[in-house]
């Protein structure tokens, strides 16, 4: 087809063989211009490939297939219809070039999107979903999909400059690291029901608490806060003078989180040079080298890794991970939710029935937050065991009284204020270890536990959120102390291994 351009977008995470015959049969003098969505995107499911490791695969491709090319980053926008005309105009912008339906065509297999570029006028030419094809080749995602899952067979599928690109800068271990992640979501997130902004403001407003908390365990030197928010804690250690000697650096899973945390280090608020931010899961693979790291930092973490993976297993693979870079005397600092002493014994749990709505159990409405915030103490505890994702029950003595573990009944009581994130909220556990369990998951990965590490107890909880509208009790009536809330671990690797 006669045509000065032909428009090919995608994601381009990986290059095809039949994408290449594909281009040299359709462009012939045509230059071809690879617009590359998603291109401020990286480690995530959908995205694993970073845009500048896309773009050297595109150049290589090119020069052998002699083919001539432009490559145009188009970053990540909200769904809109109009996804078509913001590429064509983001190729302007870039290259200065006018695409119109009367000098290019545009080639693309995806139905929804050459929709859009039909809409606009442009003749679309079928790559992978040609009816003229015997047979469907596969496509790039799938090949990928291919490499992730350990079948060597892609590289048949994949076109020899991405199968080079990706020897060369060991991209097959960080795919497959990042796709078969348990933890990461789909956009680099733990969920995807997170509102960021609200943990955003909620990471700000306590930074310099959790930072007067662990201040006098934190050993000078290269410094690592693994999952470090938006890197507020991180700002409270750059105004500490005596660390200014020190490598700050901040890990974030992510995305939107450590996008802020590159934003804020552009902005200028560090004002120590050395301070550094990885996007990276630490289940995915090693963030550091052997013995490399003075101090670690982590807050409110630990739950997550135990409640988005495998539970004992991921969490013992985190803090094996944790030891590994640590260097020998460097401390591991972990503030995080926690279980009560005895969590496994029944309790008597008695909730309001009238500070709310008590109605039957039904499906969830659009305003999940209106809904939930509208319920009683007692009928939230309901809506709680339909929506946790962890194995709950609780027997119905009457009157508002519910006979439970006690770890379940601090699991509900920590809970049923966040009706904001509800969705999200009711995919974690708090109460999955206790203090014992945790001592003993240190020293048998390798850790001395500190004499500095205590749990303690929320009094701010207790008196606002949890005496007002709930007691407790043993089996037999007997009054019950609320229990501890969260734990401070100090733990140190011992100076001779």
Not at 94 to 105: D, F, H
Not at 374 to 379: C, I, M, P, V, Y
Not at 433 to 462: Q, Y
């Amino acid at each position: 087809m006669e045509t000065d351009y032909l428009l090919f977008p995608g994601r381009h995470h990986l290059l095809t063989r039949f994408q290449a015959e594909f281009l040299t049969r359709q462009a012939r003098d045509a230059t071809v211009v690879w617009a590359v969505t998603s291109a401020n995107h990286e480690n995530t499911k959908r995205n694993p490939v970073p845009f500048h490791r896309r773009e050297a695969a595109i150049e290589r491709l090119s020069a052998q297939e002699g083919l001539r090319s432009l490559v145009v980053p188009v970053f990540d926008t909200a769904r809109t219809d109009r996804f078509a005309a913001v590429t064509v105009k983001n190729v302007e912008v870039a290259t200065g070039l006018a695409l119109t339906p009367e000098n290019t065509v545009v080639g693309c297999s995806t139905p929804a999107v050459a929709a859009m570029y039909a809409a606009l006028g442009f003749t679309i030419v079928p790559v992978e979903d040609d009816p003229a094809l015997d047979v469907a080749p596969e496509r790039p995602w799938d090949v990928l999909m291919r490499l992730a899952a350990g079948d060597e067979s892609w590289q048949e599928l994949a076109h020899p400059a991405t199968v080079d690109v990706f020897a060369r800068y060991r991209l097959v271990e960080s795919v497959q690291a990042v796709v078969n992640d348990p933890v990461v979501g789909d956009e680099g997130g733990l969920t995807a029901t997170r509102d960021y902004r609200t943990y955003v403001e909620a990471f700000a407003a306590g930074a310099e608490r959790k930072w007067q908390l662990v201040r006098e365990h934190v050993r000078p030197g290269r410094i690592v806060d693994v999952g470090c928010g938006a890197g507020a804690v991180l700002e409270m250690a750059d105004r500490d003078p005596a660390l200014r000697e020190s490598d700050l650096i901040g890990v974030e899973v992510a995305r939107h989180l450590f996008e802020e945390c590159v934003h804020k280090k552009a902005q200028g608020a560090f004002e120590n040079p050395n301070v550094f931010f990885y996007h990276r899961n630490v289940l995915g693979g090693a963030v550091f080298a052997p013995r490399s790291i003075d101090t670690t930092m982590t807050f409110a973490l630990t739950h997550e890794i135990w409640s988005y993976g495998a539970r004992m297993e991921s969490l013992r693979r985190f803090v094996a991970a944790i030891y590994e870079h640590t260097v020998p005397g460097g401390v591991w600092i972990n503030s995080d939710v926690c279980g009560p002493d005895g969590k496994d014994r029944p309790v008597r749990l008695r909730l309001s029935t009238t500070d709310g709505a008590n109605p039957p159990l039904e499906d969830l409405p659009a305003d999940v937050a209106g809904y939930v915030g509208g319920l009683s103490t007692r009928a939230r505890l309901d809506r709680f065991a339909a929506d946790f994702r962890f194995p709950f029950s609780f027997t119905d003595v009457g009157d508002g009284e519910v006979e439970l573990t006690l770890g379940d009944a601090m699991d509900f009581l920590t809970r049923k204020d966040y009706t904001d994130n509800w969705l999200s909220e009711t995919q974690e556990q708090f109460c999955g270890l206790e203090m014992a369990d945790w001592k003993s998951l240190l020293t048998d990965v390798g850790f001395e536990v500190d004499a500095a590490s205590h749990t303690t107890r929320n009094e701010w909880i207790v008196a606002n959120r949890l005496a007002p509208v709930a007691s407790l009790t043993r089996p037999d009536g007997t009054a019950l102390d609320w229990p501890v809330t969260h734990v401070l671990l100090i733990a140190r690797r011992p100076l001779n291994t």
